[in-house]
Nanobody, 122 residues
Framework: VQLQASGGGLVQAGGSLRLSCAAS????????MGWFRQAPGKEREFVAG????????YYPDSLKGRFTISRDNAMNTVYLQMNSLKPEDTAVYYC????????????????WGQGTQVTVSS
């Protein structure tokens, strides 16, 4: 499975961005997809996840309400809509995919995209 992320950029605080992650290859094997982010000097953290077949979404409590993950199975694409962005959301955002049948994506998924930079100015 190959993952290609796009959609990052520079936005002012309070603005919105939508990230996309296009999957290719053995996409039929995907069970979960998700987004993670890593800010400078910080550990990578989970942002949002979705089960590939059922479309069940899940988020950490800290991001519920501002971020929304969705998927388009026909396009093999996952999206991350980010609203009310804050400077602390500045990070490199990575999409990921996992083959293992888990309720949620693990911290060590099988596949990673290349990352896309999101910068939120104050």
């Amino acid at each position: 499975v190959q993952l290609q992320a796009s959609g990052g950029g520079l936005v002012q605080a309070g603005g919105s961005l939508r990230l996309s992650c296009a999957a290719s290859g053995r996409t039929f094997s995907i069970y979960n997809m998700g987004w993670f982010r890593q800010a400078p000097g910080k550990e990578r953290e989970f942002v949002a996840g979705v089960t590939w077949s059922g479309g069940r979404t899940y988020y950490p409590d800290s991001l519920k309400g501002r971020f929304t993950i969705s998927r388009d199975n026909a396009m093999n694409t996952v999206y991350l809509q980010m609203n009310s962005l804050k400077p602390e959301d500045t990070a490199v955002y990575y999409c990921a995919a996992e083959n293992k049948p888990r309720a949620t994506i693990s911290r060590s998924p099988d596949y990673w995209g290349q990352g896309t930079q999101v910068t939120v100015s104050s």
